[in-house]
């Protein structure tokens, strides 16, 4: 395989990829297939419908590509489950929400993988700060 020419980071809503912006802003100047990239994406993310999801692309210097899947943001992931449209125009001065400490472990559950930490208790350490930064409280 050739070497790595790109690595674009991007957010796209799973399942739901197409050649227009977002996607095709950002891919359309790596000279990659758009519509092969949307297709594959989409078909690798079907079954996470509605969720936001990172994906990190690295194209080649033959215009290949490959890409890989991350776990959705801790802010989407903390806004799902208390039902929320948004965070706190005050940050942790104003509280919209309140997550439950097995709400929490739950959402770090799925960051794990994506975090810089090798443990459940500090990675619920993490989303609490996210949390807090949201104006979500955090019961103890």
């Not at 399942?15 to 100047?29: D, E, F, M, S």
């Not at 929400?97 to 810089?116: C, F, M, S, V, Y």
Request: charged share 25%.
């Amino acid at each position: 395989m050739a070497n790595v020419a790109k690595k674009i980071k991007i957010q796209i809503p799973a399942g739901k990829a197409t050649p227009a912006p977002p996607v095709g802003t950002a891919l359309g100047p790596a000279g990659i297939n758009l519509g092969e990239f949307c297709t594959k994406f989409n078909d690798a993310t079907k079954d996470k419908m509605g969720d936001i999801l990172p994906v990190e692309i690295s194209v080649y210097e033959d215009r290949s590509f490959d890409f890989v899947v991350k776990t959705p943001p801790a802010a989407f992931l903390i806004k799902r489950t208390l039902k929320l449209k948004k965070g706190s125009v005050n940050g942790k001065n104003g509280i919209v929400g309140t997550l439950t400490k097995d709400q929490l472990r739950e959402i770090a559950e799925i960051k794990l993988p994506d975090l810089n930490c090798y443990n459940i208790e500090s990675a619920m350490n993490i989303i609490k700060g996210t949390a807090l930064n949201m104006g979500v409280n955090v019961e103890e």
